[in-house]
C-alpha cells in the first residue's frame, strides 16, 4: 500500500532564463500579482484577492487563467515568502487542479546569472495525484515556462 501511495506523489520543475532582475520578477510575481493579467494577456485572464493583502503570507487569490485549450480556475494562498532569497510558496486550495490533485504546492525562486545580466527563474511543484490514471503536470510546467516568458518581455517593455 505504501508504495502505491509514494507513486502518486511528485515534484516536477524547470528553469526559465529571463531578461528581468530576480527583484523585478519576484515582485511581478507577489507583490504585483493583480498586473498579471496585463503582463500575460494569452495565459491569465484575471487575478482576485479574496483574503489579506496583495504580497502577503495567507493572502488567498483566485485566478482566472487558460491552459490546455481550456480557461480555468485556481484559488491559492501563500504559504511562504523569502524576498532576501527571491522565493515563494503557494498552495493551491480549490480549482480545476483539485479535480486530479489532492495536494499541490507551487515554490519559485529568482536567482542572478553568473556573471551577466538577466535571471534564472526556478519552478518546482510538488504535488499528489488522486489515482495513478491522472497524469503529472507537465503541460502546467510548460505553461509556467510561457507565463515566465510573457512576463519577463512586460517587464522588459518597461525599462
Known sequence: MAEEASSLVGIIETTVDVKSSP??????????KHHMPNASPSFIQGCELHEGEIGQVGSIVTWNYFHDGEARVMKERIESIDPENNRAT???LEGDLMNEYKSFLVTF??????????????WHFE????????AHPET???FAVEVSKEIDAHLMSEE
Open 23 to 32: 527583484e523585478k520578477l519576484h515582485d511581478m510575481l507577489v507583490g504585483k
Open 90 to 92: 503557494y498552495r493551491v
Open 109 to 122: 525562486q529568482v536567482t542572478p546569472k553568473e556573471g551577466e545580466p538577466g535571471s534564472v527563474l526556478h
Open 127 to 134: 504535488y499528489e495525484k488522486i489515482s495513478e490514471e491522472v
Open 140 to 142: 502546467l510546467l510548460q
